[in-house]
């Protein structure tokens, strides 16, 4: 699964048109926080897809982190992301365990590390 296959399933199953040149991963985080509800987004296998990280970084992150000034809505959407247990690398908005995971946005990738362990520079 690829990050514009992603953004097509989910623009399809919530009835969104896509614009004539296709989504951005931006413009689709713009238009799923301009909808009038709070919609629920289900990713189940993030761990399977071909761009994973790329998935993370560019759409998952960004719905995550955003947030509103004032209005009624605190998020664009509620995620569900499924992944398997004990996999290489996880999310870096992904709850602690006794690893700590970390994803570098600008170069996309994973790294995992024991909390405590010392790290090179």
Known sequence: MTLSRV?????????????A????AQDFV??????????LIVLDA?????ESVRITVELLGPLARREYADGPRSRPCR?????????QWAPAWAPPTSWHWACCPATGEASRSLPGAATAA
């Open 21 to 24: 040149d296709g989504w951005t």
């Open 7 to 19: 953004i097509d399933t989910i623009a399809g199953q919530l009835e969104m048109a896509a614009p």
């Open 30 to 39: 713009d238009t799923i926080a301009a909808l009038p509800v709070e919609p």
């Open 46 to 50: 993030l761990d399977e897809a071909r």
């Open 79 to 87: 995620l569900l992301v499924g992944v398997r247990q004990g996999h």
